[in-house]
């Protein structure tokens, strides 16, 4: 028992992750070319395959790209074969919530037979591992405050339900298969790199941050909130906000979770506190010296109060630790980026 005991705090003290060959699907997004760059900082090799649908080459200039569409088989089986990876990280999907509900086809397609095509080129190739962009948006609207990962999944929005089913497939890809899994749940991503080189630039500018710092630059006239009278300290909704650089870490201990451990997995991802629409509009208006126009609507039918995460599982098992907690320093990173680069990404 002793034996045992000391051996593993020496396999753990001395554990070095090896570098690995990845592939990185969706890396020229906002998400993955913030993890492209950590993943790269920890020594491992790279390469980034997306269709350029929503990502931007600037935001990935120094690292090799293939273009390629998850939904052509034959893309996935050129990449495959001209790389031995060692494993994969899945960031390429459809984001928006709202629209998978006027059009699901998109989504089922985008995340969820894309996702198959993506696997089936891993499992042909013998690829065994892959990390996997999943979503808060599993849990849909449970009642118990934080939420932990063993939390009921009732989806509300056909995104959602995607992320859910891929989760599940991956599960039975494990079982079948042997292919190993780390589903990372992020909560809301906000922020940007410190250097202002890279940041948030969605095609739909739907999120409640990016929305206020573009009208503080004067790009729109106002913002809207929905709901001011949800039961919440100052009446509008509680949302867990994380930093896209703490999920990019992330990424790099879920690799090294993986190659250790060679065990499928599930985290959730948030700041494990909660922060109020009119926190971030109070924040958003200091930082930027810009007292913006904020139109009040009621609440949106189905918009829970209050959503914030446990992330204890990530950081205790992971050893996550977000090196960006404060939402202060989530809008000023995500400011700088927005000052220096008002119109986003030139390609
Ligand atoms: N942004 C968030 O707050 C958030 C929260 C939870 C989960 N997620 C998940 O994280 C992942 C990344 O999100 P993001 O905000 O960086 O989105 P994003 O739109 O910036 O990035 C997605 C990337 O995937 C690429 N892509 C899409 N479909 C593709 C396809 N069929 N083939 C090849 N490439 C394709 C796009 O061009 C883009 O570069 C997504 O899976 C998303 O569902 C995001």
Not at 94 to 108: L, N, V, W, Y
Request: with cysteine; glycine share 8%.
């Amino acid at each position: 028992m002793q034996h045992a005991k000391i051996f593993s705090v020496l396999r753990f003290t001395f554990y070095v992750p090896r570098p690995m060959k990845l592939l990185v699907t969706g890396g020229a997004g906002y998400i993955g070319s913030h993890t492209v760059r950590k993943l790269k900082a920890a020594g491992h090799e790279l390469v980034i395959f997306d269709n350029l649908s929503s990502g931007h080459q600037d935001a990935i200039q120094t690292f090799e790209l293939f273009v390629g569409d998850l939904v052509n088989k034959q893309d996935l089986e050129k990449v495959f074969s001209q790389h031995a990876f060692d494993g994969v990280v899945h960031f390429a999907g459809s984001i928006e919530a709202g629209e998978s509900m006027t059009d699901p086809k998109r989504f089922f397609n985008n995340n969820f037979v894309c996702g198959l095509n993506l696997l089936e080129a891993m499992l042909t190739h013998d690829v065994k591992k892959i990390i996997f962009s999943s979503s808060a948006a599993v849990y849909g609207e449970p009642t118990k405050m934080p939420i932990e990962e063993t939390a009921p999944k009732n989806p509300t929005n056909v995104y959602g339900l995607t992320k859910l089913m891929f989760e599940q497939v991956l599960d039975a890809y494990d079982y079948a298969y042997g292919l190993k899994s780390v589903a990372l749940r992020y909560f809301n991503a906000v922020g940007a790199d410190p250097s202002g080189e890279i940041g948030a630039d969605h095609k739909n500018k739907t999120h409640l941050l990016t929305l206020m710092l573009l009208t503080a630059l004067g790009q729109h006239d106002s913002i809207k909130i929905f709901g001011t009278d949800f039961p919440t300290p100052d009446g509008t909704g509680i949302r867990d906000y994380v930093h896209v650089n703490d999920l990019a870490d992330a990424h790099v201990l879920a690799l090294d979770y993986l190659t250790k451990n060679n065990n499928s997995n599930k985290f959730n991802l948030g700041n494990e506190k909660g922060t109020s629409v009119r926190q971030v509009i109070d924040l958003a208006k200091e930082i930027t010296g810009v007292d913006f126009k904020v139109i009040e609507e009621p609440r949106r039918d189905g918009d829970p109060a209050e959503l914030f995460a446990s992330s204890q599982k990530a950081k205790t098992i992971l050893g996550w630790q977000p090196q960006f907690p404060e939402m202060r320093q989530i809008v000023e990173t995500a400011w700088n980026w927005h000052q220096k680069h008002p119109h986003g990404f030139e390609k």
